[in-house]
């Protein structure tokens, strides 16, 4: 069994009508119709309020894209996916296949093979096959028109070089500021190798350093069946070349755009496991992201998530994910500073042992002293399982929930499913709507072994027009 038919097992094991491409499809069309009945109105951004730099763009999309569509064979995907779809069809008709090997790459797991590497993809419009094997690399950085393709995540393994400075991505673009295009890696294991950081060290540089993958600025990108290994920052982060925290309703210049990231498995990860910022267009599907390190951040305060969809991106869409162990297993979010994630779509997830199984929150934007957010806003989603929100250490003085809604504006979630250990526990909260979230609807809901507690589901007096189905 792969990952994908792993997963969509999973979620089937608690939504039956999961396995149905039919009854997914009516399921995601009842989940937009309720979205469709949501005002959610934003706050209004102040004259002069917001400075425009030389690295930043004001927020003018407020749009939501199309519910996604599902094909017979019950695989989901985004309308704009057949986009990608034109552009990599045309990449691999229009580049040659090389071998690393021909260019004096060995496998052997000690020799250093970066110089191989930055010869086979030269300046692009190049397909490097990487065979089996353990490659010793010190960062690989790939130009427009580059397909690199290993033999399998079992059998292509590239490991960071034991003197590979702490900043280093493991891959990334050739160009963040001038950006790239037409991007495919797949196929490989990537371990960061953050046994040759000393076991008390902060594992993370800054910025948007010490990734396994990289992507910033690349317009059509895809990342397929790829397993990276305790990086020191994320496993993978879609980006623009710098975060940008200069204030809500402002996004970074530079974002990436119609990246697809399949079949993605990632572990020990310093901070998240997956992450976008500022980019547009973003599709997450058939990927695990479980037991991260968090070391990138003071012990005790991490705020590791499994997937995270951070500052300032949009039209982003998660199909068919498992996290497991992590801090929050989806986190939707921004810093105070920053533009929320916006238009967001999540189609079957299922959340194992998380500290948060659901957490969609704009930081700095919640109670009555706070600035209203402007740009938090636009949440659908189905098929929802959170299995045992727990305790972590990882950020120790975070109570367990399955969903938390804070600041956002505009949220339907229809087949939620939370499921608890028995105790005896009477204070127990599975969903918390709160502080100024607004025009929120959660529908068909179940909660198991939720019984002794006294008020499972919480509505905070700030927030707006709240709708919960009584539970099933």
């Not at 599902?70 to 090389?98: A, H, Q």
């Not at 801090?327 to 998380?354: L, N, W």
């Amino acid at each position: 069994m792969n990952q994908e038919q792993m997963i969509r097992q999973k979620i089937a094991s608690i939504f039956p009508s999961y396995a149905s491409p039919i009854k997914k499809q009516n399921a995601i069309d009842e989940t937009e119709k309720i979205f469709r009945t949501l005002a959610g109105k934003l706050a209004e951004q102040k004259k002069g309020w917001l400075t425009v730099n030389g690295f930043s763009n004001r927020k003018t999309d407020f749009t939501t894209e199309p519910p996604v569509l599902v094909s017979k064979e019950g695989e989901i995907f985004p309308l704009w996916k057949m986009v990608l779809d034109v552009e990599m069809d045309w990449l691999k008709k229009n580049i040659k296949t090389v071998s690393v090997l021909d260019y004096g790459a060995l496998g052997d797991g000690r020799t250093d093979c970066t110089l191989a590497f930055k010869k086979a993809v030269s300046s692009g419009y190049r397909r490097v096959i990487v065979p089996p094997g353990n490659y010793v690399v010190k960062g690989i950085r790939l130009p427009s028109h580059t397909e690199l393709i290993g033999s399998g995540p079992n059998q292509t393994v590239l490991t960071l070089h034991k003197k590979a400075p702490k900043k280093t991505r493991l891959i990334t673009n050739q160009h963040h500021v001038k950006g790239n295009h037409h991007i495919r890696i797949e196929g490989m294991t990537l371990d960061w190798n953050s046994a040759r950081l000393s076991s008390t060290e902060k594992t993370a540089s800054g910025g948007t350093y010490s990734s396994g993958i990289t992507l910033a600025q690349v317009k059509y990108g895809i990342v397929r069946n790829v397993n990276v290994i305790d990086p020191g920052l994320h496993g993978i982060d879609v980006t623009s070349p710098m975060y940008n925290y200069f204030g809500d309703g402002l996004r970074a210049k530079g974002g990436s755009q119609f990246v697809w990231l399949d079949g993605i498995e990632t572990s020990g990860f310093g901070d998240d496991g997956i992450t976008t910022h500022h980019s547009d267009h973003i599709f997450i599907s058939n990927s695990y992201a479980h037991h991260p390190s968090g070391r990138a951040h003071k012990k005790g305060y991490s705020n590791s998530n499994g997937i995270e969809i951070d500052d300032g991106s949009q039209h982003v869409t998660l199909a068919n994910n498992f996290t497991a162990f992590c801090f929050g297993g989806i986190e939707i979010k921004a810093h105070q500073t920053s533009s929320a994630a916006s238009d967001v779509q999540i189609i079957g997830h299922y959340s194992r042992q998380d500290n948060r199984s659901y957490n969609f929150r704009h930081i700095g934007h919640h109670q009555g002293e706070d600035e209203y957010s402007v740009s938090a806003f636009g949440i659908r989603a189905t098929f929802l399982a959170a299995d045992c929100p727990q305790k972590t250490d990882l950020y120790a003085a975070s109570t367990p929930r399955a969903l938390v809604v804070s600041a956002y504006q505009k949220v339907a979630i229809n087949h939620f499913f939370a499921l608890t250990k028995i105790d005896e526990s009477s204070d127990k909260i599975a969903l918390s709507i709160q502080y100024r979230a607004g025009e929120v609807a959660v529908r068909h809901i179940e909660l198991k072994n939720y019984e002794r507690s006294i008020k499972p589901i919480r509505i905070g007096k700030e927030t707006g027009r709240v709708q919960i189905d009584q539970l099933e």
